[in-house]
């Protein structure tokens, strides 16, 4: 078997007496799409941050695509982050630019092109997530929750990277727009051929989604097929995927 595209291990994270994480292990495989869930406070979002280069942990390994990120200087770091994409949770969109530029971001620290061609492969983006034309002159306070979050894919995407970060991608959407940008990152999962990481406690895009859960208890990492996880008898994993609303979407996906 190829080795992971991402591989974590013995992640420690501290802050003060506050122990995030335990020797937490995690393996992504190229092509999967793997979802992270936990409870609140449970480290998800400073896993994120540990993996992308963010948060240096206290101890532990994190390679993506076979290179130790923890032990590289910030001018090899720059050249890993062009190797992937990230959403954050609330997009984190730039007021002052509008879509185009925001688009554009990782283009300009990355790529060597004039305005023409920064311009025809920032709208190409914008197309690939779904958004019109005229979306591109628009400022993020004149856009939708969904349209942000399809700006954010689209400057997540911008330099075709083969690794995606997601975090609470459909956070704060109504069920039809989360639907339809589950829809859309399925399809581009496929034709992009991403390998696809995602922190999300959406049961909806979980089961429509994942090959692969991990959950983080106790500052450690359990992880399964999504069916596997499922069937957990563990307390939390139980209650959180053996619930009232689990179990209409068990159902519902015939897990």
């Not at 942000?148 to 995606?164: N, S």
């Not at 829809?183 to 999962?189: D, G, N, P, R």
Request: proline share 4%; charged share 20%; hydrophobic share 45%.
């Amino acid at each position: 078997m190829a080795a992971p595209v991402v591989e974590v291990r013995g992640l420690v994270n501290q802050f003060g007496r506050q122990v995030v994480h335990r020797g937490l292990d995690m393996s992504v495989h190229s092509g999967e799409v793997f979802g992270v869930v936990g409870g609140s406070g449970s480290g998800k979002s400073v896993l994120l941050r540990s993996i992308i280069g963010l948060q240096k942990p206290k101890s532990g390994t994190v390679r993506l695509m076979g290179r130790d990120i923890t032990q590289m200087s910030a001018a090899e770091l720059h050249g890993v982050k062009a190797g992937y994409g990230v959403s954050f949770q609330q997009g984190a969109l730039y007021s002052s630019l509008n879509v185009l530029q925001n688009i554009q971001l990782p283009m300009l620290e990355h790529l060597q092109l004039d305005d023409y061609a920064l311009d025809a492969l920032a709208m190409l983006k914008l197309r690939l997530v779904g958004l019109p034309a005229d979306a591109a002159r628009k400022f993020p306070a004149q856009l939708s929750g969904g349209m942000i979050k399809r700006v954010a894919l689209a400057r997540a995407l911008a330099l075709d990277p083969p690794l995606l970060f997601l975090d609470e991608p459909t956070s704060g959407l109504d069920p039809i727009s989360a639907a339809a940008f589950d829809e859309l990152l399925m399809y581009l999962q496929r034709e992009l051929q991403l390998t696809v990481v995602m922190i999300t406690h959406d049961l909806d895009t979980i089961f429509r989604t994942c090959n692969r859960v991990g959950v983080i208890v106790d500052g450690h990492m359990i992880t399964d097929t999504l069916e596997g996880i499922v069937r957990s008898e563990l307390p939390w994993i139980k209650a959180y995927f053996q619930g009232e609303r689990a179990r209409i979407h068990g159902v519902r996906h015939g897990t």
